[in-house]
């Protein structure tokens, strides 16, 4: 499904839900579940805490999409939806738990063992850094995108992606 084709999707998904139709929700969570998870992932550094944060996302995504306005992006939307919840999990629970001590998941698991990798491979960047990282390599997302979602200017995706990036040069090369 190409990069267009999916941003209408949601966003038709987004509008029924803001209209009533919470069977709409169901869209979302097919196309966008992996891509909220590895976001939830990034920030809070454990699987139940992303997979909270996924749950109330949905919940999220239920009693906010009347605050959206059309044309501007739902997925962008969405994952500021995502983000937001698990930078407020982190900071409500105040406790982390270290990439290391986090068991090995099973490849059966619809691609989260490669997310788990990913994890492991940009332990060494902050939180944000790691976000930045995910969200333009991972999911490929423009930088326009990512200064959606993260509330910050095109130029600092650019650059803070740039940074991020050299960091891990400098520690894998």
């Not at 306005?69 to 982390?96: F, H």
């Not at 902050?126 to 390599?137: I, K, M, P, T």
Request: aromatic share 6%.
């Amino acid at each position: 499904m190409t990069e267009h084709k999916e941003k209408r999707i949601c966003e038709e998904a987004v509008l029924a839900i803001a209209e009533g139709n919470k069977e709409a929700l169901s869209v979302i969570y097919d196309s966008m579940a992996r891509m909220i998870f590895s976001v939830a992932y990034a920030v809070t550094g454990n699987t139940a805490d992303a997979e909270d944060v996924l749950q109330d996302t949905m919940l999220g995504v239920v009693t906010s999409a009347h605050t959206y306005q059309k044309g501007t992006n739902a997925r962008a939307w969405i994952l500021s939806v995502a983000r937001n919840r698990a930078i407020d999990l982190v900071r409500k629970r105040r406790v982390t738990v270290p990439l290391e001590e986090i068991t090995h998941l099973s490849d059966s698991q619809d691609g989260m063992a490669e997310d788990r990798l990913f994890a492991e491979l940009t332990a060494p960047l902050s939180g944000e850094e790691r976000q930045l990282v995910l969200l333009r390599l991972h999911w490929e997302l423009s930088y326009f995108e990512i200064a959606r979602i993260m509330a910050i200017s095109v130029s600092a995706a650019q650059k803070r992606y740039q940074r991020a990036l050299k960091k891990l040069k400098n520690i894998y090369l």
